[in-house]
């Protein structure tokens, strides 16, 4: 919904200018907007370490892209299948498969060692890892709304210069002002219809990613304990909504699975 909801702001900004002024040329300046797009792109890129701006063309793909988000209930379904094999069955986490990379190193890691506070601390740093590298994609978007309309106001300061030039020209004055104030508007419009969306979706992303990797590792260290199937669902859908929860529960109470006792 990222360009949809940018597109439509946009719209709305248009339409409304196009009703107070019958020349919506007057009020696309190709000057203000490089200067406020370059200026502020060129600002936040000097904030930040090369290899850092590598990821940014991706983010931004990311963010403009639809996005379904991490299957957290399809997920809460397999580790609770695998636990209760296991429970019989040691070898099925050997042999299990997924692309999920960091649920596939999770169950490598209970199976190497029998320390949870190890898996907790490996895990825990893969996540952290995670959230830093989502984090600089975000803020370089939030820095970039925060030096637009700076840049815009730069841009006024420039045309109202020029201005100053025009005093003995009255009748230029007035377009000439008007002109000036483009860049404002631009830089406020850039930073509040683009630039801030598209950080505030890679923020939703992160939170969405970072709380399934969560659960993962919940799911993962509550299995080690060898607790029953019980309690591990009701520690696993902690994550799910209520509607989702509900849903679930009746799904596997569709099937006659009787939950199984600890050991």
Same mark, same amino acid.
């Given at each position: 919904m990222t360009p949809i909801g940018i597109v439509l702001a946009l719209v709305a900004l248009i339409g409304a200018m196009t009703m107070d002024h019958e020349n919506l040329g007057s009020l696309i300046k190709i000057s203000s907007l490089l200067l406020v797009v370059g200026g502020?792109?060129?600002a936040t890129m000097a904030g930040f370490e090369g290899? =850092? *701006?590598k990821a940014i063309p991706r983010a931004?793909?990311?963010?403009?892209?639809?996005?379904?988000? +991490?299957d957290t209930?399809?997920?809460i379904e397999a580790l609770l299948a695998i636990a209760k094999e296991a429970r019989t069955n040691p070898l099925v986490l050997e042999e299990f498969e997924t692309d999920d990379i960091f649920l596939k190193k999770g169950i490598q890691?209970?199976?190497?060692t029998s320390e949870p506070e190890r898996?907790?601390?490996?895990?825990?740093s893969e996540i952290e890892g995670? =959230? *830093?590298?989502?984090?600089?994609?975000?803020?370089?978007?939030?820095?970039?709304?925060?030096?637009? +309309?700076?840049?815009?106001?730069l841009g006024t300061v420039v045309g109202l210069i020029g201005v100053l030039g025009q005093l003995s020209s009255p009748g230029k004055l007035g377009p000439a002002i008007a002109s000036a104030f483009t860049a404002t508007l631009w830089g406020v419009l850039l930073a509040n219809a683009v630039w801030l969306p598209i950080s505030n979706k890679l923020r939703r992303l992160s939170t969405e990613e970072v709380s399934f990797r969560e659960m993962v590792v919940e799911g993962l260290l509550t299995m080690q304990l060898n607790v029953s199937t019980t309690e591990l669902k009701d520690r696993l859908y902690a994550y799910l909504s209520p509607s989702e929860r509900e849903q679930a529960s009746n799904?596997?109470?569709s099937i006659g699975e009787a939950p199984d006792e600890a050991a």
């Open positions: 502020s792109i060129g290899r =850092r *701006l931004f793909l990311k963010a403009m892209k639809p996005s379904k988000g +991490p209930r399809a997920t890691l209970i199976i190497s898996v907790n601390e490996l895990m825990a995670l =959230r *830093l590298r989502h984090d600089t994609a975000a803020k370089f978007f939030s820095d970039i709304a925060g030096f637009s +309309p700076t840049f815009g106001i799904n596997r109470g």
